[in-house]
């Protein structure tokens, strides 16, 4: 596949939905059993990290075929999040952008600041 730019996830979802429809795909994607789906890739993404310890932003120190294995397993979440979504007929970018908000409202950023509650933690 050519690389793209600006990848949406509008354009993930219509790739994803070829993709499925081109191996006649669609009769195993059930929101069930893309859900197990997604859930084994998170666990396969969270091996990468296991046994790391604390991981510093950038992740100095790391192989580049480690980043590029990250990059995979990243990329197996992100994509069956998108078809999850899609066979559940919500919009997961307007729902983002919609938690994004609700956030904003249930953590106000001058009542997070210089605080040490989980909400400032970087939780969503």
Known sequence: ???EQG???ESLRKKMADFA???DWD???SPRN???ALVGEVGELSEIFQWRGEVPKGLPGWKEEEKEHLGEELSD???YLVRLSDMCGVDLGKAALRKLELN???YPANHC???HSGASQGGL
């Open 1 to 3: 596949m050519a690389e």
């Open 21 to 23: 429809r081109e191996r």
């Open 34 to 36: 893309l859900l197990l």
């Open 27 to 29: 009769q195993f994607h």
């Open 77 to 79: 979440v992100l994509l």
């Open 7 to 9: 990848v949406t996830l």
């Open 104 to 106: 904003a409202v249930k």
């Open 113 to 115: 600041k210089d605080s």
